[in-house]
């Protein structure tokens, strides 16, 4: 729980932050412009990015074991017709025993393959941001590195509707 807090109360400060800066609230720190590759502002959007995307990777990459073990599981279930893996995923005393109440098994899918999904997506974030600079990245690759991350993770969320613990 004390973990889960402080990581929480650093995904709300530092997006707090990012915010503030990309809407100007601190126009002190625009010189000589806002725009200016080298003013204050500039800088600490660029910092505060990268404290973010090291947030996320947190989960994105942590939980790689338990989403690469459902996808296993899926495509044995999928591809080979191996029942047993359907049954270790969301049978009774499965990995997640919850998702075999579900009724639709596409919802299974698409939770499964919207997990990994968001892993690969992190992953292109991630070699984005650490792989270049902040003067040779193209914005329009970062913004929808983040977005489609951001969306794959969502739209696991809603699907899942809470009862997934990972």
Request: hydrophobic share 50%; charged share 15%.
């Amino acid at each position: 729980g004390f973990l889960i807090t402080v990581y929480a109360l650093n995904v709300v400060a530092w997006g707090g932050m990012l915010f503030l800066l990309l809407v100007n609230a601190a126009p002190a720190m625009c010189h000589p412009s806002c725009n200016d590759l080298y003013s204050a502002r500039r800088i600490w959007i660029e910092i505060t990015s990268q404290i973010l995307n090291a947030l996320f990777c947190v989960p994105g990459f942590g939980l790689i074991p338990w989403r690469f073990r459902d996808l296993y599981y899926l495509l044995r279930y999928r591809v080979g017709g191996d029942a047993g893996s359907w049954r270790a995923l969301t049978g009774v005393g499965g990995v997640h025993e919850s998702w075999g109440r579900w009724g639709a098994r596409w919802k299974v899918d698409l939770v499964v393959h919207a997990s990994c999904g968001n892993t690969y997506l992190q992953a292109v974030l991630a070699g984005l941001m650490w792989g270049m600079n902040r003067y040779t990245r193209p914005p329009w690759a970062t913004g929808l590195a983040v977005v489609a991350a951001c969306g794959a993770g969502s739209w696991r969320g809603l699907w899942s509707g809470g009862r997934i613990g990972r």
